[in-house]
């Protein structure tokens, strides 16, 4: 079925679109001498967004868009949902045989249509008003909204090219916003190594003793209600944006589960960073693959996550060589960064005294998560079978649960055991064998003995 505001950002942008074609094919007449019903683009009169219910609209109306920060918009679009639009720049120079310089612009390895440039802006929004080229810079300047907010910025070009030369680009972010209406949520890749945390279960699911769940409602509290404790009660001066909390205890015991359940329960999309994919031997590149990380979800309002924490976060040592000093250099980066960042940052280890110093003691929180004592193992083994198996008679869950000291996450693993054996078995029926062969396998990766 299609979506609603597909069809609403469709609708807006093909008036849009039009407005752009005729500003375009009026600068080319205007530029070129040619005769034109309008002496300044200016004089063309854009599509009203006033009460439009896209999201498109609903986004110019919000910032405002200005009539030039519009079209800069239009241009940037234009590659990747009408292409043809910027036919027009192909015009070549009869003198020289080839393209207009002051038209700027690339062509793409793989898309053969134009890919418009702050040179291209420059010259479709000003002409030749020296002036007013010099003012559009203003646009591009990393103050604007467009820089801060993540909607569009000029890619960097090379160090010795004129600093407009950079191709127009639009985040992924808006690019979605723009087209299907749908929120923007990046495939795991070298530049993005993380991945969505989603979950099946709810709250109840959790088993945690009173006090941790209000801690945990607290960091709720906060993502719901930061916006009214910084600004409506004029605090922000004093209370920095952002949350950090760190989660520490063994594992298996709901970090990760608890991390996904808040932002379930609040909306944001969870991101588990793949520490595997940051953390680099070689000089700078950590630093640069976590500011891949924090740089595109800078405006997201997104909750990171880093799981085994210390791979990263860990103690700073005394210098000995320049290998220390660089590993020194590298936390004093990812303390910057996270207490810059403005959304939610949780830290998860299995070991907290790995942590250094400097990292705990800005977070406000640290999280116990302890191992189930008995009652709460008992609770995690009755909710872990469904109706659908059948327990061996000999099963009994309150001894089971009083005898053996398992994580919630070490009662899944002897879940999955049990299950397959009951399924090798083409039998539906959990047995006590398989109960205890499960835990004994628990116990032995600990170093333990049943």
Not at 308 to 337: P, V
Request: with cysteine; proline share 4%.
């Amino acid at each position: 079925m299609e979506k609603i505001q597909l069809t609403l950002n469709a609708k807006t942008l093909e008036g849009e679109f039009n407005w752009l074609t005729q500003v375009i094919h009026t600068r080319f007449k205007l530029y070129f001498g040619q005769e034109s019903e309008f002496s300044d683009i200016r004089e063309i009169e854009p599509p009203s967004l006033t009460g439009d219910p896209s999201l498109y609209a609903r986004i110019a109306c919000h910032y405002p868009f200005s009539v030039e920060e519009r079209l800069m918009v239009l241009l940037t679009l234009a590659p990747h949902i009408q292409p043809q639009a910027l036919d027009l720049f192909f015009t070549k120079n009869s003198i020289y045989d080839r393209g207009y310089t002051e038209f700027g612009g690339l062509v793409g390895q793989n898309h053969s249509g134009f890919l418009p440039t702050g040179e291209t802006a420059q010259f479709l929004i000003a002409g030749n008003d020296l002036q007013y080229r010099m003012q559009l810079t203003a646009l591009f300047d990393e103050q604007h909204f467009f820089f801060r907010h993540n909607i569009l910025r000029l890619a960097s070009g090379k160090s010795e090219e004129p600093f407009l030369s950079g191709a127009l680009t639009l985040s992924a972010e808006y690019l979605a916003y723009f087209t299907t209406g749908d929120d923007y949520h990046p495939n795991y890749s070298t530049n993005f190594p993380a991945k969505r945390l989603t979950t099946e279960l709810d709250w109840p699911d959790l088993i945690l003793d009173a006090h941790i769940l209000e801690e945990i409602e607290e960091i709720i509290a906060w993502i719901r209600h930061n916006d009214k404790i910084r600004n409506e009660w004029e605090l922000g001066s004093r209370i920095k944006p952002g949350y950090r909390s760190l989660f520490y205890g063994p594992p298996g015991t709901g970090k990760t589960l608890t991390a996904s359940l808040m932002g379930k329960t609040t909306g944001l999309s969870v991101y588990r960073i793949d520490l595997s994919q940051v953390v680099s031997k070689y000089i700078g590149e950590t630093e640069k693959n976590l500011a891949n990380v924090f740089d595109q979800a800078e405006n997201k309002n997104w909750i990171l996550f880093f799981d085994e924490a210390d791979a990263l976060f860990g103690k700073r040592t005394s210098t000995k060589d320049a290998k220390d000093r660089y590993a020194n250099q590298e936390i004093a980066y990812l303390l910057q960064r996270i207490e810059d960042f403005p959304g939610v940052v949780i830290l998860a280890t299995n070991m907290k005294d790995n942590i250094d110093d400097a990292f705990a003691r800005r977070f406000q929180s640290m999280i116990y998560f302890p191992v189930p004592d008995a009652e709460q193992r008992y609770l995690l083994w009755k909710m872990a079978f469904s109706d659908k198996l059948a327990l061996d008679s000999r099963i009994d869950l309150h001894q089971i649960a009083e005898k053996y000291e398992l994580s919630g996450g070490g009662i899944i693993n002897v879940l999955r055991y049990a299950a397959i054996a009951a399924v090798r078995r083409d039998s539906n029926s959990i047995l006590l064998q398989d109960l205890l062969q499960g835990i004994r396998r628990e116990f032995r990766k600990e170093g333990k003995t049943v």
